[in-house]
């Protein structure tokens, strides 16, 4: 579902911070080479991503869902001095292209990838976080919010992907398992008084969740 017009978008893209030209590289070639290029963050998203964490500047990063990289770096551009990306993705096959770009942007020493199931990965990692981004599959959002919640610092961030999830969280009650649990994930997150969230129509829309 579009949110907004072709005309609009490139308003948007003319009048946003140019993206950098590694990504626009990296852009081009998950376009090119890799299935679902549209799970991509892509320039405005990524700019916004970009932003949040140069306004946060967190120590320390969790993403879900690394997919070829290009929100991995985005987030990277606001980290504190000494401060490191933990990203996560079950795919092995793309970490070709990840390690490609993650090289050439000259921060490989400030990501730590971890392959394989979110849940176990997350289950066994012992570090907090002051900035979570939630990019992967839908079915477990509720899941990875439960154990990424005891894992934010205070005052801490949780970013959520696809909360619009192309418009259908608002065609009515369905049988379909990913809109039903992003329904209920927003929920969840609105109910939950410990969070302040706010979900913008960015994209397929995306969620700002503080820890108070």
């Known amino acids: 579902m579009d949110f907004i017009s072709e005309k609009i978008a490139e308003y948007l893209s003319q009048n946003s911070e140019k993206e950098p ?17 549209r799970m991509l963050s ?11 964490s140069k306004i946060k500047s967190p120590l320390y990063i969790l993403e879900i869902g690394t997919y070829t990289g290009y929100g991995t770096l ?13 990203t996560i993705d ?4 793309l970490l070709k292209i990840q390690n490609k770009y993650f090289e050439e942007s000259g921060n490989r020493d400030r990501i730590v990838q971890l392959t ?4 176990d990965i997350l289950d066994n990692l012992n570090q907090t976080f002051d ?23 205070p005052n801490g961030l949780i970013i959520s992907d696809n909360v619009l999830w192309s418009g259908k969280v608002v065609e009515g009650e369905n049988d379909d398992e ?3 649990t992003i329904k209920k994930f927003n929920r969840i997150l609105n109910d939950d008084k410990k969070f302040e969230t706010v979900i913008l129509p960015l994209r397929d829309g995306i969620s700002i969740s503080r820890l108070v």
């Open 116 to 119: 394989g199931n979110a849940i």
């Open 90 to 93: 079950r795919n092995e096959e």
């Open 42 to 52: 892509g320039h405005i998203q990524g700019r916004f991503l970009s932003l949040i």
């Open 21 to 37: 030209e590694i990504l626009s590289k990296l852009n081009r070639e998950t376009h090119q080479k890799v299935l679902q290029p």
């Open 74 to 86: 985005c987030l990277t551009e606001g980290l504190a001095a000494g401060g490191k990306i933990f």
């Open 178 to 180: 990913e809109t039903n």
């Open 131 to 153: 900035l979570i981004f939630i990019d992967a599959d839908k079915e477990n959002y509720i899941k990875y919010f439960q154990l990424v919640s005891e894992k934010l610092n």
